[in-house]
């Protein structure tokens, strides 16, 4: 990844307490307190009904409510000077 950031891991897997999958992040920091960044790269394909768009939605809900957090970016923000890699290093900056 650019700008000198460095994924942890590709195709993070959450689990809640009972060990069951909650979701899958397409890519992933783990910071210092054990909590997940998950990037989630989106595209039109995917999204080109409701349903999956509230499936999506219900999943973010999810992981969140097991305290890690989750950015959702488009084609449009990826590349080295894309909002991916700025937003990408403000969080892990300000929640390492």
Sequence with gaps: MAAGLQPTDIQVEIRDPQRRLVARGDIGFLRRDGTWLLIELQSRQNHSDVDAVI????????????EHTVLEFW???LGVRGRMVQRVAQHLERRP
């Design 55 to 66: 499936d999506d939605g219900e999943r973010r809900d999810d992981v969140m409510l097991e």
């Design 75 to 77: 084609a449009i923000h």
